[in-house]
């Protein structure tokens, strides 16, 4: 069965989702809710479809980068996603543990279609995707034939991933042979690179050459080393007793558990953090006093912050406060 028929198709025919080759799907840990599935989340995808919304959304590294959320005629993408599923059941949650590589870039998928229907072969395919990999652009060039659907990223002015619907994750090469085949299309996905330079990917060192070692450098002249003196001994007290001084070792300093529910804070946030430090400055500054302030900020009602923010803000103090307890000197 084709993935369109599966998530559904947007307005051109096409996935509603992108296909996520080698994703693995994750098992559902028990949370009750949205909020506190996504708060154990690292770098994985989420998917949702239920009577009223179809959602997919984008974590790196705990954070929602992207995605992309349909209610009926409304359309949500970027991160706010995340906020058109707060109240969704969790059972009809999917979580795809996916490379960082492909999560990074996969949200291009949902950018606004620039390109329609162009054939593919009207165009020569290494310089096509050459005028769209812009600097200060990214983007997601669609290939799509009767049977196949073939993705490129673009980020960075460069090519950064491509594959196929049920391919291997690559290059332009994993997708530039859909090009020649009759009838394929072209879709580009474009819109501005906020996210800086890519990191380029890794390249590897040539092998050693054949001809054989290289001759060794002679060794360094020896260094004469002069023995120094040994340390005086303390003179001893007036009394005659011999009497030995125990320095203590220093204390290994303990993150304040304020400073580490600030952290979250901050984190979670970011800017948006000065509208809820103020709530936990003013709680009692012990373990019990922060866990209650934490579990208020689910019921508060904060500007230009949901209440499934405000829930996973709440999520990650909380977790912050366990480790706090655990990691405490044992007396």
């Given at each position: 069965?084709?993935?369109?028929?599966?998530?559904?198709?947007?307005?051109?025919?096409?996935p509603l989702f992108p296909p996520l080759p080698g994703g693995r799907a994750a098992a559902q840990s028990g949370a009750r809710s949205v909020a506190r599935l996504v708060a154990g989340l690292r770098t994985a995808v989420i998917t949702v479809r239920s009577d009223e919304v179809a959602a997919m959304v984008v974590f790196v590294d705990h954070q929602p980068v992207d995605g992309v959320a349909v209610r009926g005629d409304r359309r949500v993408t970027g991160p706010d996603a995340l906020d058109e599923i707060a109240d969704a059941p969790v059972e009809r949650v999917t979580v795809t543990e996916v490379t960082p590589d492909v999560a990074r870039v996969v949200g291009s998928y949902f950018l606004p279609t620039e390109l329609r229907a162009v054939p593919a072969g009207f165009v020569a395919p290494e310089d096509f995707v050459r005028s769209l990999a812009?600097?200060?652009?990214?983007?997601?060039?669609?290939?799509?034939?009767?049977?196949?659907l073939g993705m490129v990223f673009?980020?960075?002015?460069?090519?950064?991933?491509?594959?196929?619907?049920?391919?291997?994750?690559?290059?332009?090469?994993?997708?530039?042979p859909l090009f020649a085949r009759p009838g394929a299309t072209l879709w580009a996905r474009l819109g501005p690179d906020l996210t800086g330079p890519m990191p380029e990917p890794e390249t590897v060192p040539p092998p050693p050459s054949l001809a054989g070692p290289a001759p060794a450098a002679p060794p360094p002249p020896p260094v004469a080393y002069s023995?120094?003196?040994?340390?005086?001994?303390?003179?001893?007290?007036?009394?005659?007793?011999?009497?030995?001084?125990?320095?203590?070792?220093?204390?290994?300093?303990?993150?304040?558990?304020?400073?580490?529910?600030?952290?979250?804070?901050?984190?979670?946030?970011?800017?948006?953090a000065v509208r809820v430090e103020p709530i936990l400055r003013r709680a009692e500054p012990t373990v019990e006093g922060l866990?209650?302030?934490?579990?208020?900020?689910?019921?508060?009602?904060?500007?230009?912050?949901s209440p499934a923010t405000m829930d996973l803000v709440a999520d990650r103090v909380l977790a912050a406060l366990d480790r706090q307890v655990a990691s405490a000197p044992r007396t």
């Open positions: 069965m084709a993935v369109g028929e599966v998530l559904g198709s947007d307005a051109d025919g096409l812009r600097p200060g652009q990214r983007g997601c060039l669609l290939v799509r034939t009767d049977d196949s673009l980020a960075g002015g460069r090519v950064v991933l491509g594959y196929r619907q049920d391919g291997q994750i690559g290059g332009f090469e994993q997708v530039a023995t120094p003196d040994p340390p005086s001994r303390p003179h001893a007290p007036a009394n005659g007793s011999a009497a030995s001084e125990v320095v203590p070792a220093a204390p290994v300093p303990q993150v304040a558990p304020l400073d580490a529910a600030l952290a979250e804070v901050r984190e979670v946030l970011g800017a948006h866990r209650a302030a934490a579990e208020a900020l689910r019921e508060r009602r904060v500007r230009l912050l």
